[in-house]
Each structure stands twice: as structure tokens, then as C-alpha cells.
């Protein structure tokens, strides 16, 4: 799967009109797909992580079920533990301050500007158009940066990168 079959995955997993999928969900469930993980239609790990997790407006969903991801792909790639471990974080990393960098925050209410656990605040967010404008615009950023690790070549690229920024 490459960027744009994923964006159009994570379209019709989100934009969906029945609002079966948050934005942690739908990274996570299209990420599966892209790194062929066990189960990529199965959201129930991300299923709390939306809005910021549990819509306190933590950090945007889209990272977080991104974490989760990514997480599964290094465990499955890398064989040393804690090795996996740092790899997922450091990537993980990069995103969040790529993510600031590109929107601002990464802070679902920050990003947002609804707070999605007063009442009515979820029905806001959907009367509005910002979960089509501004969420759909993240899961995308996000998708577009981390599909790519799918391909072995880019994956080795990206951690060698990473083991340099980091000494």
C-alpha cells in the first residue's frame, strides 16, 4: 500500500457519515494494513485514544494510534526488545515534532479547539466541519509520514538516521 492508497483507506474509515471511526482508529487500522500487521481492521487498541485519549484532549489521535503502529511494526522487525522500543519512540518522535512543526500543537484541543468531554462537545465537533478540515488534514500528515516505513530499505534509512541525530 502506498501514501495515497492509504489516504483513501483512512478517508473512507473516517469520513464515513456514521462516525464508526475516530482518528486514533483510523491510523491505526490503515498503519496495520500498510506494514501487513496481524488484524488491520481491528481498532479496539485505539478505540480510547481518540480526541486526545478519552477526548481529555490529549495528544492528537492520530499520533497515538500512529504509536501503536509503529510500535507493533518495530517489535515485529526488530528482535532485540528495548532495541524496538527506542526505534518506535525516536520515530514516534520525529512525527510529534513534525506534526508541531506543520500544525501548531499536538494537543487535540489545542488542534482543535472544541473540549470534546463538556456536553455537547462531541456533537460539536461533528456539527462542525472541523473533523473533515483539520482531523482528516492530521491523519493524512501522519499517514503520509509513516507508511513509507512498510519498505524495508526506507525503514533502515529512517533508524540510521535517527541513531545519528541522536549521538
Known amino acids: 500500500m502506498d501514501e495515497r492508497e492509504a489516504v483513501k483507506?483512512?478517508?473512507?474509515?473516517?469520513?464515513?457519515v456514521r462516525n464508526v471511526y475516530g482518528c486514533a482508529e483510523t491510523t491505526f487500522m490503515v498503519l496495520k494494513a500498510a506494514y501487513g500487521l496481524d488484524d488491520p481492521t481491528d481498532p479496539s487498541p485505539a478505540m480510547a485514544l481518540n480526541g486526545g485519549i478519552a477526548y481529555s484532549g490529549g495528544t492528537c489521535g492520530a499520533i497515538s494510534g500512529s504509536a501503536l503502529?509503529?510500535?507493533m511494526l518495530a517489535e515485529r522487525r526488530i528482535e532485540d526488545h528495548r532495541t524496538a522500543k527506542r526505534a518506535a519512540r525516536l520515530i514516534i518522535a520525529r512525527l510529534m515534532d513534525d506534526f508541531r512543526e506543520a500544525h501548531g500543537a499536538v494537543d487535540c484541543r489545542a488542534l482543535i479547539g472544541i473540549d470534546l468531554r463538556s456536553p455537547g462537545g462531541h456533537e460539536t465537533l461533528i456539527a462542525s466541519d472541523v473533523w473533515i478540515r483539520r482531523c482528516m488534514r492530521q491523519i493524512e500528515f501522519t499517514l503520509r509520514?509513516?507508511?513509507?516505513?512498510a519498505d524495508w530499505t526506507t525503514w533502515e534509512r529512517t533508524l540510521?538516521?535517527?541513531?545519528?541525530?541522536?549521538?
Do not use: H, I, S, W
Request: net charge neutral.
Open 9 to 16: 483507506l483512512a478517508r473512507r474509515y473516517f469520513l464515513d
Open 69 to 71: 503502529a509503529v510500535g
Open 160 to 167: 540510521a538516521d535517527l541513531d545519528r541525530l541522536e549521538t
Open 145 to 149: 509520514r509513516l507508511v513509507p516505513l
